[in-house]
């Protein structure tokens, strides 16, 4: 029986032999070789792929072609989207390999499934669904109700809205910024050092520079709070209902920072849309920041490669996919009949 755990939660497996056994637990031991986020999802997909198994009689580990195609088939019947069925089989994929096994994709039978998965789920109108973006304009909203606010949550959260905006970093990279990662530049505006993203782990870090506004509106927050002479301490840290900042050396939590885009959207006067992808995107969330001020940059002129310099992004179909929007005004046909239109 091997065990394999993320953040105190266990799935036991029983494998076929010791020598699996030995690689799954080689496995579980350099598991921080991946992020958390990676890790509990492999979890989560582990649980659910284990329990169908049992109940239909199929074998998890090692799984065979034809049970991996059944199992796709399934979430598809379920409602899954296509992308969530695609991240599964990626991982059963990933968790075969560390275990020294053959993954069943490489069978023809799967990349048949997967392309008739894909396809019948986008001629039934599935669409992939994408964060609500937050706009330079939205910010300029959000500066006019908050900059003169008394409240201390109301000034954190301005300011992270200004980082958020400003930096590009995931929510995740936001909230393990620390007051000793800021520096000053030569006229006084903030540079960040950040430790490590999600797509670049190097000794080095990445800088981060913060305009002359964002770097007034961080440094509101940081002396209205009293963090100025606790380097360790999170900068975007709880404030308790007394108006009093708590210190701590410990992120916030992901819901935690997701009520921040919430109450900012409020603010700002911005209504939910009422339309929505399967219920998800309505207002804003943390990744609403990264896709506006991306589209933000495409619409001044800025290339490809700058904004995914920026958002540290890998992929280019990434960031063409967060300003298809903005582009499709840019394609040659458009340039083509608004010459004839002169």
Request: overall charge positive; some cysteine.
């Amino acid at each position: 029986m091997t065990k394999i755990s993320a953040g105190g939660s266990l799935l036991s497996l029983s494998v076929p032999s010791r020598d699996i056994s030995e690689k799954l637990a080689a496995f579980v031991r350099d598991k921080d070789a991946f992020s958390p986020n990676t890790w509990r999802q492999l979890l989560s997909v582990m649980r659910i792929c284990w329990r169908w198994a049992e109940a239909n009689g199929r074998q998890f580990l090692p799984m065979s072609a034809d049970d991996l195609r059944d199992y796709l088939t399934h979430l598809q019947a379920t409602g899954r989207a296509s992308s969530t069925i695609n991240s599964h089989a990626a991982l059963i994929s990933m968790l075969h390999r560390n275990a020294g096994l053959v993954p069943p994709n490489v069978s023809p039978d799967i990349s048949r499934t997967m392309k008739k998965i894909n396809r019948t789920a986008v001629v039934a109108g599935e669409r992939t669904g994408q964060a609500v973006p937050f706009c330079r304009g939205d910010l300029k909203k959000l500066d006019q109700a908050w900059r003169a606010s008394p409240r201390l949550q109301h000034l954190r959260d301005l300011a992270f809205m200004h980082v958020a905006y400003s930096t590009l970093l995931r929510m995740s990279e936001l909230s393990r910024l620390r007051v000793g990662d800021i520096g000053r530049a030569a006229d006084g505006r903030i540079i960040l050092d950040v430790a490590w993203t999600k797509t670049i782990v190097q000794s080095c870090g990445i800088v981060k520079a913060l305009s002359a506004q964002s770097s007034q509106r961080l440094t509101d927050w940081i002396n209205a709070a009293g963090l100025a002479g606790e380097p360790d301490a999170i900068i975007f840290c709880p404030v308790h209902r007394s108006n009093q900042a708590r210190f701590t050396t410990d992120p916030m939590s992901a819901p935690c920072l997701e009520e921040i885009f919430i109450r900012a959207r409020g603010a700002a006067g911005v209504p939910d849309r009422k339309k929505t992808n399967k219920g998800r995107y309505a207002g804003w969330s943390g990744h609403s920041a990264r896709v506006g001020a991306a589209q933000d940059m495409a619409r001044k002129g800025y290339s490809v490669a700058q904004i995914m310099q920026e958002g540290t992004w890998t992929k280019t179909e990434t960031v063409m996919r967060y300003i298809r929007v903005v582009e499709a005004h840019k394609g040659a046909m458009v340039d083509l009949m608004e010459e004839d239109s002169d």
